[in-house]
């Protein structure tokens, strides 16, 4: 199965939050072919969660799993190391009250 490009994987996730009326937006852009992806859960009330996709050791499949969580300000600061550590890292922050991501959603971990 072909994979998709980093820049074609955001633009499409961007369009599926638009659409489900959840604000989000490309913190840092990184390579458009093959860079990583991170996104940023902010609920707006001085917390966040940022998740990583991975692949599950047990059955081979790729998975959003948490990266960190806590103040808005300590996510903030393991991103910017991330980001130092990655310079092709892509960033998304998603702002939602609820701490809806559609992350879970099919298709998303591809």
Known sequence: MARLTADFWV???LNRLRLAAIPAFVTAHGDA???????????????ARAFQRSFDLTTGERRWLPLVE???AEVDAAL????R???DLWLIE???R???????????AD
């Not at 910017?80 to 980001?83: D, S």
């Not at 609820?98 to 998303?108: A, P, Y």
């Open 94 to 96: 998603v702002e939602d």
């Open 33 to 47: 072919t093959a860079g990583a992806v991170i996104v940023k859960v902010a609920t707006l009330d001085g917390r």
């Open 98 to 108: 609820e701490g809806r991501h559609l992350l879970d959603e099919e298709g998303l």
């Open 80 to 83: 910017a190391r991330q980001r």
């Open 70 to 72: 806590g103040g808005d």
């Open 85 to 87: 550590y990655d310079p």
């Open 11 to 13: 633009r499409a996730y």
